[in-house]
């Protein structure tokens, strides 16, 4: 079993910046791919970005140039850096380990 637990939403201005954080813990030696998604008020969950056990690193393209991916394996977690945030980057942020969700952050980016 994991258990993931994000961190780091709030309220922002646009332009501004967040960097979550994702901290998993339980049984994580077998997760290959770790993931960003977020969900926006009646809209389907996305994916933000991904990255793998190797490092490699995939993002949607309206997060391409904006966010940053990245992980910590010694503290098991991955974090999402996001800069220039817009208003429509406004949703709650989950994280992903293979099967696995985190409750979600919210995000809120104000004009």
């Known amino acids: 079993q994991v258990q993931l637990v994000e961190s780091g939403g709030g309220l922002v201005q646009a332009g501004g910046s967040l960097r979550l954080s994702c901290a998993a813990s339980?049984?994580?030696?077998?997760?290959?791919?770790m993931a960003w998604y977020r969900q926006a008020p009646g809209k389907q969950r996305e994916l933000v970005a991904g990255i793998t056990s190797g490092g490699s690193t995939d993002y949607a393209d309206s997060m391409k140039g904006r966010f940053t991916i990245s992980r910590d394996n010694a503290k098991n977690t991955v974090y999402l850096q996001m800069n220039s945030l817009k208003p429509e980057d406004t949703a709650v942020y989950y994280c992903r380990f293979d099967t696995y969700w985190g409750q979600g952050t919210q995000v809120t980016v104000s004009s």
């Open positions: 339980g049984s994580i030696s077998s997760i290959n791919r």
